[in-house]
């Protein structure tokens, strides 16, 4: 089994706490060419949604979606936050808890969901769906608990996101390093199998890239990946050295961006 979608090493190791994804997500909140903010682009979708509104999220991880954007959600939403890992659900409440909002947590395998038929009238998974080993009976879970004419929201990423990192990889593993991270689950992909579940769905992109200046918060980011965690530590100083000199030569490293959203109604 990949470790992508391997849940006890993601819950035990790669996501026990929000340590990994924090150094991720702060790269793209220094570094990012678009100044409106990704958590914020996707909250935007979330206004449709009526006055009182019952949500569950899905691998909610730390609850970056509603600590970023605490001053915009409606005092009559019901919102619940979901992880596989009990270690991100404690960083969700932490961050959460001091906004003085009454959120729910609960820690949630998204291929059985312990909630009744029809019970949400949305449910949100932010780049996770990649991480479900049975996607399928994940996506079926998630049309059984929405309400009919419920919204379901799944975000990810394009074939070409942070392609100039996976070319790097490549290079120093001389060819070996397979990127799997999210291939099972892309913008690209991730239609057909909605539409296997949802007849109406729809697909937006949000337009964004990098252009890091500083070497350290890269090397944060990539200690963080899963598809380093095998990798030698040699082979990741020589990464370190190669890259020290593009910013000697260049003053800033590009990293294409491609993110988007999927809006699926039941």
């Known amino acids: 089994m990949s470790k992508f979608t391997d849940q006890q090493y993601l819950k035990t190791d790669q ?29 935007d979708h979330l206004l449709k949604l009526p006055t009182n509104t019952k949500i569950l999220e899905l691998g909610s991880g730390p609850g970056y979606l509603w600590k970023e954007n605490i001053d915009r959600i409606p005092s009559t939403w019901t919102i619940t936050l979901s992880d596989l890992s009990a270690g991100m659900l404690d960083s969700a409440w932490r961050n959460l808890v001091v906004t003085g909002r009454a959120f729910q947590f609960k820690e949630i395998d998204a291929q059985a969901i312990p909630f009744g038929d029809e019970t949400f009238d949305a449910v949100i998974a932010n780049h996770m769906l990649y991480h479900v080993p049975d996607r399928p009976k994940a996506i079926g879970e998630i049309k059984r608990v929405l309400k009919t ?80 965690s095998d990798l ?17 030569q260049q003053g800033e490293i590009f990293i294409t961006k491609d993110s988007g959203l999927f809006e699926a109604i039941k």
């Open 15 to 43: 996501y026990k706490d929000s340590s990994n994804l924090d150094a991720r997500v702060a790269i793209h909140q220094r570094f990012s060419a678009n100044p409106y903010g990704w958590m914020n682009w996707v909250f």
């Open 149 to 228: 004419d419920g919204h379901f929201f799944a975000t990810t990423v394009g074939e070409q996101h942070m392609q100039e990192i996976t070319g790097w990889l490549e290079e120093i593993s001389n060819g070996n390093y397979v990127s799997k991270a999210t291939v099972s689950f892309t913008l690209e992909n991730g239609l057909a199998q909605l539409q296997s579940a949802f007849s109406q769905v729809t697909v937006s992109r949000y337009e964004d890239s990098l252009r890091v200046t500083e070497l350290e918060p890269l090397v944060a980011y990539l200690r963080s990946m899963t598809a380093l």
């Open 232 to 248: 030698q530590e040699d082979k990741l100083e020589q990464l370190k050295r190669e890259l020290q000199i593009k910013f000697q």
